[in-house]
């Protein structure tokens, strides 16, 4: 990595995760904490350490400070490649405090209402939305009329529910069937079209030895990825967006056909998921112990050796009803937002503004290639094969999803659907006390009737 002037101000060291704590956890994107922290109670306790360390030196026009989840590796020097061109062009200062991924998430709640720094790394749609709709978060509205280049569905994933736009899109990528070309040649398995084809394809792969879905879902949301493309492939999109808000009932026949679906897929997946990391279950398909894992495209591609990197594929989650077919597309959009209580807001816009731009994004992803852009006048010339396929997959999408846990309430996706996915996953043949239990907790946090 280029040398910097920016100052990145490292989490302080501590257990890992808990209230507070930075060391010792894995890196890489991880929502349970997320998950907590949203739910907790505002300012129910005193700001940790961790906190106190966000926010630095304001109110001098040239510094802006930037709270960061990229913990791991390549999206940390990533980042601070980008920052480092706006120093550049800008003459003003990036002082980062980068914290481990799941601390970040586990204490975003009270770090917003204590002493955040100006602007920081987040996720669009609901998950923004619901610090908005709490008055947590800047309204860059003003930023946004002078932008280019980003599509309405950017543009309505940015947004409020108040029509002000809080949100500058960096990257997204899609969820998709990983795996590794090399063993899908020497086993000679073509790409399922269909679910059953999909499921016999499962059943081939245990036959020759392999075990046939990698998973793992210790941290709680992975197993969220199969889940929402197991029922917008039944149920369609609509349905997805209307059971994460609490509009559809989870024990209707069309939501316990979505468990007893993947109830038919469990003895193809590897056994003890919810002790297993990601991280671990990713490791699988890189050593070819496993034939398919279901992952975002940072997921597989951060595991992989960068000399073996085109040996990684994906293929869209199969078809399941002809009449609703493929296309709608998971795909989380990651971004940054501007702090309520910023010091420096007029730096912070500026910054907003340079990370809003072709050149941004082209710089971060020169150094991580496991994410796409957003902003449509990006230069893709230098896309590696996966990222130019991950980009035709997002394009050619009629809808776009952004994940269980970022298109529901967080609180449901916290004290509900972790536990109720793991709960599955040691014993998916109790559908009907699980969606009866989901849908009570539904009603006592949704307030439906």
Known sequence: MAQSSFSERPGVPGGSGGFGGFGGAR???SRRGLLRGTAAGAGALTLPTLLSAC???GGDGKTVTMGSNASDKVPREAYAESFE???KKSGKTVKVNTVNHESFQENINRYLKGSPDDVFTWFAGYRMQFFAEQGLLTDISDVWKGLDGFSDAMKKQSTGEDGKQYFIPFYVYPWAVFYRKSV?????YEI???FDDYRALAKKMDKDGLIPIAFGDKDGWPAMGTFDYLNMRANGYDYHLGLMRGEESWTSKRTRDVFDLWRGLMPYHDEGANGRTWQEAAQTLAKK?????????PHPGQQFPEDERDDLDFFPFPEIDPAIGTDAVEAPIDGFLMSKKAKNDEAAKDLLKFLATPKAEQTYLAHDPSNIAVHEKADTADYDPLQKKAA???GGAKDISQFMDRDTRPDFASTVMITAIQRFINKPDDIDGLVRDIEAQKKEIFGAD
Do not use: H, N, Q
């Not at 899908?184 to 000679?188: A, E, L, S």
């Not at 496993?290 to 495209?297: D, K, R, Y």
């Open 27 to 29: 890196g890489g994107p």
């Open 55 to 57: 926010g630095g030196p």
């Open 85 to 87: 061109a706006y120093e």
């Open 184 to 188: 899908f040649d020497k086993y000679g």
């Open 192 to 194: 399922p079209k269909t």
């Open 289 to 297: 112990k496993s034939g398919m894992a279901v992952f975002g495209l």
């Open 392 to 394: 035709e997959l997002i």
